[in-house]
């Protein structure tokens, strides 16, 4: 991805690949972002883990962030197919997925998740995955709607240890270029 900056959002908003020396940031971002969620009781990794944490699952694929006034704004880690493990679906050689996926709370709703999401799906195709899929906790309906207005699709039910919640795993077919 080259940098790019997109313009129709209150201050302009650039899309590039996370800097090693970012990862304070961007744990700081991500506990800000899915606070909303712990407040709804569930335990996101996210929600919680440390630096270290976030730098063992950026190092786990390629973490694109949205920087805006010279901030950290947004954030979304895709996990090429060979990197996508630990359910059925997961652990097939076609299937991609993202995790990682936070906006500022104060500039969620302006299409900044949209970009990064566009961003995933761009990278699993160039990588010749034909499935994209993420998880999320069962309870998250707010969630799994706006997946499946984008075109993810159930595929099965996960239970992580981290997390104090059943998960389901959605997917998108990913057609053509
Ligand atoms: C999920 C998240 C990353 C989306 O980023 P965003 O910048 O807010 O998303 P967008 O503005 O591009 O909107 C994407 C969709 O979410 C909807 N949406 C976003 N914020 C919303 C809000 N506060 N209330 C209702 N819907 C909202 C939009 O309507 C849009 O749906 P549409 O494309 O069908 O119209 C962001 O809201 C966030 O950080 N949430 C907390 C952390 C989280 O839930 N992470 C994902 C865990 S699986």
């Excluded at 996990?79 to 906006?103: H, I, N």
């Excluded at 995955?129 to 706006?146: F, G, K, M, S, V």
Aim: hydrophobic share 40%.
């Amino acid at each position: 991805l080259n940098r790019t900056v997109f313009s129709f959002v209150a201050a302009d908003v650039l899309i590039r690949r996370l800097s090693m020396d970012e990862f304070t940031e961007l744990t700081a971002l991500l506990h800000r972002a899915y606070a909303s969620l712990a407040d709804m009781g569930l335990r996101y990794v996210a929600t919680y883990q440390d630096e270290e944490t976030t730098r063992v699952r950026c190092a786990a694929g390629e973490t694109y962030v949205a920087e805006s006034e010279g901030a950290l704004c947004g954030t979304i880690t895709f996990r090429p197919a060979a990197l996508t493990m630990g359910t059925p679906w997961y652990d097939r050689p076609e299937v991609a997925s993202f995790g990682q996926f936070a906006v500022e709370p104060t500039l969620q709703g302006k299409g900044i998740g949209a970009l990064l999401m566009d961003v995933v799906e761009a990278r699993a195709r160039e990588t010749g995955a034909t499935e994209l899929a993420l998880d999320t906790a069962e309870p998250a309906a707010h969630l799994i709607e706006l997946y499946e207005r984008r075109g993810y699709r159930f595929i099965e039910h996960a239970q992580w240890d981290v997390t104090n919640y059943r998960s389901v795993i959605m997917s998108k077919r990913l057609l053509g270029q």
